[in-house]
């Protein structure tokens, strides 16, 4: 087991450590790897791990710890964790059922197409990013509460770790302390109250942070269920928050919200079967299509990170993410062709596109013919003894979202409103560009990159997977699965080795940091345009080895940690 002390300052020498939540906020360590057979919980912060191990073993399964991993998050992990944004949830029940819960953000009943132009017609990209017309109305909440109907425990008893966690607060990491100190100024813009994230001296890892406002918010989401966030004080609460910052997102959109339970996106490659999540999530669709192109060659007698393995892999994104920016939205507003994209006749028609050796160019491929993310989102995977599997991503869009905190309730407000197509061919934050597919219209869903997945062997989980990273999410969670099932990487390799994305559009290959230089110098020459980029994603990831050990993951690029017993 790898593990990372944090250096943490003693500042406060209570300790929770009574017999419902034995978890010390206040000396804690990150964990990289687990193994165990019991169960496993890996998500971005070591307290929000810790809470979902805790849950399994008071009884609870893995829907149980994945709703009090992602409360727990929304305290502990403000950049992304929330309760004022969205997710997905992908579920496969050891009864063999497979479940996916859509509880995406949608467009308030304001909103309309043309909200971020300016009057000369060009977009006002501060308006779909930061500050209250931002924000989706969010889904979270509603999120927790459909899951909850696949869960064992009270959801008083899910939720009472993040009242914790928020009521006496949990020592902050190094990295949690820069992350707030640089955005000390814009939070300051765009909330209209005190925040507990703002404060006259600098932020530094062993500070507490406590959260008093937030943990009343989960007092009534606790005591008053669904209701306790889209009716009442905290629904009061964000209207007038509104009505400060000249938002949109009223009353009645906040009591319309629901979360669905869709048909999962469902797909074989080779011996395995693939859970994930469908539409408004990009990656139900582009998953589905990479795997089906790249099952056409032998990938892995190319050899893992040969230039002809990434040259492949990259001109397949590229055809991949032609057809995300023409074709695909929220199918309740708009008809998109999945069945058609994924046809075995399509994707041969596509492949025809492709040339071995040589790089393509974005602005020859377009969309084909059919017949008829600062990138803060966060991913959590949990595998409990019984074979239930949860796959969750869930996301504020930005790090720390529209950085609105909503006055008097403590959380803050998603900017997902920028994931729609301000205006056809406008790249958003993420740089992906898009149409009418995704046109921004009242209550529908913003497309998402968003693509936690499940992989069974035998009908049995195997791989639970995800990760942050805006759009880079889709090829990330491609590329996570090409090194475990072609490449034979260990878990810990599939994970942290350096990776690369294409998206079409900008037509250049993103690498991180540490991309092997041989590598970029081979696909240059093939007339690649490479661009080295910070960090991408944060993979959490568990795999269930021969004999039924689970081995969990935390990514090394965070705070991420990997917890089990
Ligand atoms: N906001 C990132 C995504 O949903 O793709």
Do not use: C
Not at 140 to 155: D, E, M
């Amino acid at each position: 087991m790898k593990r990372i002390a944090l250096l943490l300052v003693l500042v406060k020498l209570v300790v929770v450590t009574h017999a419902q939540h034995p978890i010390d906020p206040y000396h804690y360590t990150i964990q990289k790897t687990f193994r165990g057979k019991n169960g496993a919980v890996v998500s971005a912060h070591p307290l929000a791990s810790q809470v979902g191990v805790m849950i399994l073993k008071k009884g609870g399964n893995a829907v149980d710890a994945a709703i009090a991993t992602q409360l727990a998050l929304a305290v502990v992990y403000p950049n992304a964790g929330n309760i004022g944004g969205g997710g997905f949830f992908v579920g496969h029940l050891k009864e063999g059922k497979n479940i996916t819960i859509d509880y995406r953000e949608k467009a308030p009943g304001k909103a309309h197409r043309d909200m971020y132009l300016k009057q000369d017609g060009s977009p006002d990209l501060e308006k779909s990013q930061n500050g209250h017309l931002a924000a989706g109305v969010p889904g979270t909440v509603a999120g927790l509460f459909a899951s909850h109907k696949f869960a064992r425990l009270p959801f008083k008893t899910l939720i009472q770790p993040a009242i914790d966690l928020a009521e006496k607060g949990f020592v902050i990491t190094q990295a949690e302390a820069n992350a707030l100190n640089a955005r000390k100024a814009i939070f300051e813009k765009y909330s209209t109250r005190p925040t507990a994230f703002v404060r006259d001296i600098p932020w530094k890892g062993g500070d507490t942070l406590v959260q008093k406002e937030l943990a009343q918010t989960l007092i009534r989401i606790r005591d008053k269920g669904q209701k306790g966030f889209y009716e009442g004080e905290t629904a009061r609460m964000i209207v007038e928050e509104m009505q400060r910052g000249n938002g949109i997102i009223s009353y009645d959109d906040l009591k319309a919200y629901q979360a669905v339970e869709r048909t999962p996106s469902t797909f074989k490659y080779k011996e395995y079967d693939l859970v994930t999540m469908p539409l408004p999530s990009s990656g139900g669709v582009l998953l589905p299509m990479m795997m089906k192109m790249t099952e056409r060659f032998p990938l892995s007698s190319y050899g893992y990170m040969s230039p002809k393995a990434v040259q492949l892999m990259v001109e397949i994104e590229r055809l991949a993410y032609a057809d995300r920016a023409k074709y695909l939205g929220d199918e309740d507003f708009y008809k998109v062709p999945v069945k058609q994209l994924l046809s075995d006749k399509y994707i041969t028609e596509r492949l025809k596109l492709y040339q071995s050796d040589t790089a393509g160019n974005s602005t020859l491929i377009h969309e084909g013919v059919v017949e008829g993310e600062s990138e803060e989102t966060t991913h959590l995977s949990v595998l409990d003894k019984d074979g239930n599997a949860v796959s969750v991503t869930t996301t504020l869009n930005n790090s720390y979202g529209s950085f609105t905190v909503v006055g008097g309730a403590g959380f803050i407000l998603n900017d997902e409103m920028d994931d729609f197509s301000v205006k056809p061919g406008v790249p958003n934050m993420y740089g992906a560009v898009g149409g009418e597919a995704n046109a921004i219209a009242p209550g529908k869903r913003m497309l998402s990159s968003m693509t936690p997945t499940i992989v069974l062997k035998g009908g049995k989980p195997y791989i639970v997977v995800g990760t942050p990273g805006g759009t880079t999410i889709t090829t990330n969670v491609y590329m996570t699965l090409m090194n475990l099932l072609e490449f034979n990487l260990s878990a810990y390799d599939a994970v942290n080795k350096p990776r690369f994305h294409m998206q079409w559009l900008p037509d250049q290959v993103d690498i991180e940091k540490n991309f092997p230089e041989e590598l970029k110098a081979a696909l240059e020459k093939m007339g690649y345009k490479t661009r080295i980029r910070g960090a991408f994603g944060r993979t959490e990831l568990i795999k269930v080895l021969p004999d039924g050990t689970m081995e969990a993951v935390g990514d090394m690029r965070g705070d991420d940690a990997a917890e089990g017993w």
